[in-house]
């Protein structure tokens, strides 16, 4: 069965460490994955994804097929990454494509 | 983002309460979904629809029900709410292709007495 799994439910790291917010999955086919953020009383947001290949306020995430793995990550946390962080898969299922969803990480980042 | 609102935004009811969330879009967007969010379990799809004519049930269905009024609209009801329906629901949309992103609608959140 597909599944997303974010090992860590809460982070915390002071302003300026580097972070890595943990994704694995589980899907037998060729993945798309994303990562969603929601910032407190915010709606979620898209904050990349891998086939985009792109840094997004800072944040990057490698693909890593070996591992099942796509682990977001930030050199220098910044008081405004405070919020939770979703990793997401796309997949197909007899043709229809849905998004799976991780548990979600909270992400605290202190002064 | 503005282009994706529900109605309403909060809502309290008693058990066994019909109630009946709204979503709506300017996107253009083809797909709808309807997510809940509970703590510790993240987001997971109830219902989604891929055009007017097409419903489908997602991971946790029962209990749920939802109707695609238009391209634009898409409702989720709750025929008889009961207490462990209590959550934050979602409403998203997306265009066709797969590798789209999902846009999220601002959330409604819902107490069951």
């Known amino acids: 069965a597909q599944r997303v799994t974010q090992p860590e439910k809460l982070l915390s790291v002071f302003k300026g460490a580097p972070v890595e917010l943990k994704c694995n999955y589980s899907y037998s086919g060729s993945p798309e994955l994303f990562w969603y953020v929601q910032y407190s009383r915010q709606r979620l947001q898209l904050l990349l994804r891998?086939?985009s290949r792109e840094s997004i306020k800072g944040f990057t995430a490698d693909l890593n097929k070996g591992e099942t793995s796509f682990h977001l990550k930030k050199p220098f946390a910044q008081e405004e990454d405070s919020a939770m962080y979703y990793c997401?898969?796309?997949?197909?299922?007899?043709?229809?494509?849905?998004?799976?969803f991780g548990k979600g990480m909270k992400l605290t980042v202190n002064p | 983002d503005a282009d994706v609102t529900q109605t309403p935004r909060n809502r309290i009811t008693k058990t066994g309460k019909r109630i009946m969330l709204e979503c709506s879009q300017t996107k253009g967007h083809d797909r709808m979904y309807w997510y809940r969010q509970d703590p510790g379990l993240g987001l997971r799809l109830i219902y989604y629809?891929?055009?007017?004519?097409?419903?489908n049930k997602g991971e946790i269905s029962d209990g749920y029900s939802v109707s695609r009024q238009a391209q634009a609209k898409f409702s989720l009801s709750l025929e008889s709410a009961i207490p462990n329906q209590t959550a934050l629901y979602f409403c998203?949309?997306?265009?066709?292709?797969?590798?789209?992103?999902?846009?999220f609608g601002p959330g409604t959140r819902l107490l069951v007495l």
């Open positions: 997401a898969l796309s997949k197909t299922q007899g043709g229809s494509e849905k998004l799976v």
């Open positions: 891998h086939i």
């Open positions: 629809s891929f055009d007017v004519k097409d419903i």
């Open positions: 998203a949309t997306s265009g066709i292709d797969y590798q789209e992103t999902q846009y």
